[in-house]
């Protein structure tokens, strides 16, 4: 049965730094997208970052791209989210997901609707 299970949100001032993972079972890693989700409270879903299957192309949305870094380790079959700069506009419950479908990382990165598989989401507050 494949699951995710994302770990590592919490409580962080403006400016300060958390590594979000999302560990995988069930499947490998190497074989699909996986991708990174946040929706903060009355607002729509929305996608950060993205690794594709062979994790040569990656996505970063506009709003934190310079700040966040997404990042692999097929050994322990983990993606991860480094996030530096937090701003409070960061604050969101994060949520990782996984395609196995080959597709275009710009084109499936925004959309949800791309991903089958979900965690159950990471709370991440930024406020001083």
């Known amino acids: 049965q494949l699951q995710l299970v994302e770990s590592g949100g919490g409580l962080v001032q403006p400016g300060g730094s958390l590594r979000l993972s999302c560990a995988a079972s069930?499947?490998?890693?190497?074989?699909?997208?996986i991708a990174w989700f946040r929706q903060a409270p009355g607002k729509e879903r929305e996608g950060v970052s993205c690794?594709?299957?062979?994790?040569?192309?990656?996505y970063y949305a506009d709003s934190v791209k310079g700040r966040f870094t997404i990042s692999r380790d097929n050994a322990k079959n983990t993606t991860y989210l480094q996030m530096n700069s937090l701003k409070p506009e960061d604050t969101a419950v994060y949520y990782c997901?996984?395609?196995?479908?080959?597709?275009?990382?710009?084109?499936?990165?925004?959309?949800?609707?791309?991903?089958?598989?979900w965690g159950q989401g990471t709370q991440v507050t930024v406020s001083a």
């Open positions: 997901a996984a395609r196995s479908a080959i597709a275009i990382v710009q084109i499936m990165c925004p959309r949800p609707g791309y991903f089958g598989s």
């Open positions: 069930g499947f490998t890693v190497g074989s699909y997208a």
């Open positions: 690794i594709s299957r062979s994790g040569n192309s990656t």
